[in-house]
């Protein structure tokens, strides 16, 4: 077999820092907490872990409002810890990536507050986008905050400054080369601590265009960038290819510079894996072009029903467009932003999706808790914390529910996350999902999970190519089984209601609703369930 760069079909496990584990009793997790719990990572089998931001932040913006990109926030401990954390990790054999938030700043960086002392023309207002307000004193533009409100705030001598997302987090002006200077510094500074890659937060973001220009119909579009909001299809695609601040030409030529920083570190193989929400989704591909970053999300997943035609669809789909690229896809089915899937879709789809999609070729991406098959927390409007919940007034309830705290042991909430108040409730619904509970339950969906990733890095990666056998265009019952061929393992997955049966050779090695059944010529697939099969 040849060996294949490892980020190119890594299992990369997400954590959410601050819900991780909680080892000073603050009610919040912190970098230590990590460390401490990086056997259990690697017990679980996976390549990588990308964490989450654990910068300086006032954290109006779960730790996305950077203050500082080259410290660590004390909630989460000191730069010492994550060296450890790092070493600790490499010492597991386990990759780390680290997020890096390019499009904006905290308004505490220290850049901004000279910003705003220096005043109107100043080069300190130049690395951000500062504009006059209007003669009737409206913001220089219409365009609508992705956490809703306007996305410009006005500061006391008048002028307006540019924010995307919560007025605490103004854009920076990427034509300033200020700020080219300082982010190749900052990624250069954890490199030389020892990340192996970065997430970019918002990749797709950092150049604007004509921003004085007025968009036709804000409104609807920030509907259409709400994935919650119901819209035709028609309607949003067309509104989607008019963000005036989403995927620019000139964001490529940061790549491209940013590429030959992650390749002057040579055989240590740095990757980075960009977040860019954009259309059509042929533009995806354009961020993962030979020059330019390794990895490009995939968002489809993490909308998707659980439905045969449309998973074909997007599958092949992705699979299709990073082969124009000669890249391979990235599968996500939950992150920090969205719905738990298993809330999303229901428990016994979710399991079926993530075994299913585990066996497809390129990377997966699994977030924290997923394992355990964790739904979102029930959690009243007065926990949460989410600036979308705060600037929508309510309206968009926003992305608490899936930042809830990890279970770990015990029967009482909040299950060993934290000797002291922790900073989301955990349901003590949750009293099955803890890992100390799936660790004793053989069929849990934990030791599932374990099992189906030793199965994949043993028998799956020797190819990158999957067969479809069964699907809405192969075979009979296409719009209940889907069905592929990788490599020596058969993968099945019953999206009906109803169990089935299948008649592909081959031992059952594996089944997302619980015990195997081997060696049986007729293999039964519980209804909403997927099986893996050694051909
Ligand atoms: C992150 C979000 C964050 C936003 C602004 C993203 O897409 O994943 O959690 O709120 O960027 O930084």
Same mark, same amino acid.
């Given at each position: 077999m040849k060996s294949l760069p490892w980020w190119k079909e890594a299992v990369i496990y997400q954590i959410y820092p601050r819900s991780f &584990?909680?080892? !000073?009793?603050?009610g919040e997790g912190d970098l230590p907490g990590i460390t401490s719990k990086l056997n259990y990572v690697q017990q679980l089998g996976v390549d990588a872990i990308w964490l989450s931001p654990f910068y300086t932040s006032p954290n109006k913006d779960g730790g996305y409002d950077v203050a500082d990109p080259r410290n660590v926030d004390p909630r989460f401990g000191s730069l010492e810890d994550a060296k450890e954390l790092i070493s600790s990790a490499h010492q597991l054999k386990l990759k780390v990536i680290a997020d890096i938030v390019p499009n904006h700043f905290s308004d505490q960086h220290e850049w901004f507050q000279a910003a705003l002392l220096a005043g109107p023309g100043s080069p300190e207002r130049a690395r951000f986008h500062f504009h006059d307000a209007n003669?009737?004193?409206?913001?220089?533009n219409n365009w609508i905050s992705l956490f809703g409100g306007p996305s410009w705030t006005r500061v006391d001598d008048g002028q307006y400054y540019l924010h995307l997302f919560d007025s605490s987090q103004p854009d920076l002006n990427w034509d300033n080369a200020d700020v080219h200077e300082d982010f190749e510094k900052t990624l250069r500074f954890w490199l030389d601590l020892g990340v192996d890659g970065f997430r970019i937060d918002v990749a797709h973001g950092l150049v604007k265009e004509n921003v004085l220009e007025h968009h036709h119909d804000p409104q609807s579009l920030s509907n259409a960038l709400r994935l919650d909001y119901p819209m035709e299809p028609e309607e949003r695609n067309e509104l989607l290819l008019s963000v005036p601040y989403f995927d620019r030409q000139g964001v490529h030529e940061i790549y491209r510079k940013w590429r030959k920083i992650f390749d002057s570190?040579?055989?240590?193989?740095i990757m980075a894996v960009a977040e860019a929400w954009v259309h059509?989704?042929? !533009?995806?591909?354009k961020y993962v072009r030979a020059d330019e970053l390794h990895q490009v999300f995939n968002f489809d997943l993490l909308t998707a029903p659980f439905d045969a035609a449309y998973l074909f669809e997007v599958i092949n789909r992705s699979i299709e467009l990073n082969s124009t690229v000669d890249a391979l896809p990235t599968w996500a089915l939950s992150n920090h932003d969205s719905p738990r899937v298993a809330s999303r879709i229901g428990d016994d789809q979710s399991r079926a999706l993530a075994f299913f999609v585990l066996a497809l070729p390129g990377s997966n991406y699994i977030f924290a808790g997923q394992e355990l098959g964790l739904p979102d927390g029930e959690l009243s409007d007065h926990d949460r914390q989410d600036p979308s919940f705060i600037r929508s007034n309510g309206l968009i309830k926003g992305r608490d529910g899936a930042r809830v705290p990890l279970p770990w042991s015990g029967d009482i909430s909040p299950f060993g996350f934290t000797?002291?108040?922790?900073w989301l409730p955990l349901s003590q619904s949750w009293k099955n999902f803890t890992v100390e509970h799936e660790n004793s339950d053989p069929h849990s969906l934990l030791n599932l999970f374990r099992s189906a990733l030793s199965i994949r890095r043993k028998h799956l990666l020797e190819s990158q190519q999957i067969e479809w056998i069964e699907s809405p265009s192969h075979g009979a019952r296409g719009g209940s089984i889907l069905a592929f061929k990788r490599a020596a393992i058969t993968v099945v997955m019953n999206l009906s209601g109803e169990g089935m049966d299948v008649e592909f050779?081959?031992?059952?090695? &594996?089944?997302s609703s619980g015990p195997v059944q081997v060696n049986v010529s007729k293999k039964h697939v519980p209804a909403r369930s997927c099986i893996w099969i050694s051909n």
């Amino acid at each position: 077999m040849k060996s294949l760069p490892w980020w190119k079909e890594a299992v990369i496990y997400q954590i959410y820092p601050r819900s991780f &584990f909680d080892s !000073n009793g603050d009610g919040e997790g912190d970098l230590p907490g990590i460390t401490s719990k990086l056997n259990y990572v690697q017990q679980l089998g996976v390549d990588a872990i990308w964490l989450s931001p654990f910068y300086t932040s006032p954290n109006k913006d779960g730790g996305y409002d950077v203050a500082d990109p080259r410290n660590v926030d004390p909630r989460f401990g000191s730069l010492e810890d994550a060296k450890e954390l790092i070493s600790s990790a490499h010492q597991l054999k386990l990759k780390v990536i680290a997020d890096i938030v390019p499009n904006h700043f905290s308004d505490q960086h220290e850049w901004f507050q000279a910003a705003l002392l220096a005043g109107p023309g100043s080069p300190e207002r130049a690395r951000f986008h500062f504009h006059d307000a209007n003669p009737d004193g409206t913001p220089p533009n219409n365009w609508i905050s992705l956490f809703g409100g306007p996305s410009w705030t006005r500061v006391d001598d008048g002028q307006y400054y540019l924010h995307l997302f919560d007025s605490s987090q103004p854009d920076l002006n990427w034509d300033n080369a200020d700020v080219h200077e300082d982010f190749e510094k900052t990624l250069r500074f954890w490199l030389d601590l020892g990340v192996d890659g970065f997430r970019i937060d918002v990749a797709h973001g950092l150049v604007k265009e004509n921003v004085l220009e007025h968009h036709h119909d804000p409104q609807s579009l920030s509907n259409a960038l709400r994935l919650d909001y119901p819209m035709e299809p028609e309607e949003r695609n067309e509104l989607l290819l008019s963000v005036p601040y989403f995927d620019r030409q000139g964001v490529h030529e940061i790549y491209r510079k940013w590429r030959k920083i992650f390749d002057s570190y040579g055989d240590r193989e740095i990757m980075a894996v960009a977040e860019a929400w954009v259309h059509p989704p042929i !533009n995806a591909t354009k961020y993962v072009r030979a020059d330019e970053l390794h990895q490009v999300f995939n968002f489809d997943l993490l909308t998707a029903p659980f439905d045969a035609a449309y998973l074909f669809e997007v599958i092949n789909r992705s699979i299709e467009l990073n082969s124009t690229v000669d890249a391979l896809p990235t599968w996500a089915l939950s992150n920090h932003d969205s719905p738990r899937v298993a809330s999303r879709i229901g428990d016994d789809q979710s399991r079926a999706l993530a075994f299913f999609v585990l066996a497809l070729p390129g990377s997966n991406y699994i977030f924290a808790g997923q394992e355990l098959g964790l739904p979102d927390g029930e959690l009243s409007d007065h926990d949460r914390q989410d600036p979308s919940f705060i600037r929508s007034n309510g309206l968009i309830k926003g992305r608490d529910g899936a930042r809830v705290p990890l279970p770990w042991s015990g029967d009482i909430s909040p299950f060993g996350f934290t000797t002291g108040k922790p900073w989301l409730p955990l349901s003590q619904s949750w009293k099955n999902f803890t890992v100390e509970h799936e660790n004793s339950d053989p069929h849990s969906l934990l030791n599932l999970f374990r099992s189906a990733l030793s199965i994949r890095r043993k028998h799956l990666l020797e190819s990158q190519q999957i067969e479809w056998i069964e699907s809405p265009s192969h075979g009979a019952r296409g719009g209940s089984i889907l069905a592929f061929k990788r490599a020596a393992i058969t993968v099945v997955m019953n999206l009906s209601g109803e169990g089935m049966d299948v008649e592909f050779p081959g031992e059952v090695l &594996f089944a997302s609703s619980g015990p195997v059944q081997v060696n049986v010529s007729k293999k039964h697939v519980p209804a909403r369930s997927c099986i893996w099969i050694s051909n």
